[in-house]
């Protein structure tokens, strides 16, 4: 399974950007995580494979979206509102096993990161 994200930037305050990664392989579910400098990877949404159910952090709940479009192979996160705190590197992983969502251990594959910073 091969992952690669895109969509980062910068971005004021209030903004918002759309977070995609494009994935290769079947996996039982997907999730995005963060990174900022000095802190421990946070993760911040998932989505099963199969019945779509999502999970969201509560750090970023009713501002950041997570979808998937299996015809195109393609996890979305869309974030809105998005605030100084958000600033990070983002990262989209997947995984083959089962495991809670918001563990990176539960994660087997794992995309390169895209930046993400709001002034």
């Known amino acids: 399974v091969q992952l690669v994200e895109s969509g980062g930037g910068s971005v004021q305050a209030g903004g918002s950007l759309r977070l995609s990664c494009e994935y290769s392989?079947?996996?039982?579910?997907m999730g995005w995580f963060r990174q900022a400098p000095g802190k421990t990877r946070e993760g911040v949404a998932a989505?099963?494979?199969?019945?779509?159910?999502?999970d969201v952090a509560d750090s970023v709940k009713g501002r950041f979206t997570i979808s998937k479009d299996n015809a195109k192979n393609t996890l979305y996160l869309q974030m809105n509102s998005l605030k100084p705190e958000d600033t990070a590197m983002y990262y989209c992983a997947g995984t083959s096993r089962g495991g809670t969502w918001y563990r990176s251990q539960t994660y087997n594959y794992w995309g390169q990161g895209t930046q993400v910073t709001v002034s």
């Open positions: 392989g079947y996996t039982r579910c």
């Open positions: 989505i099963t494979a199969t019945s779509g159910r999502t």
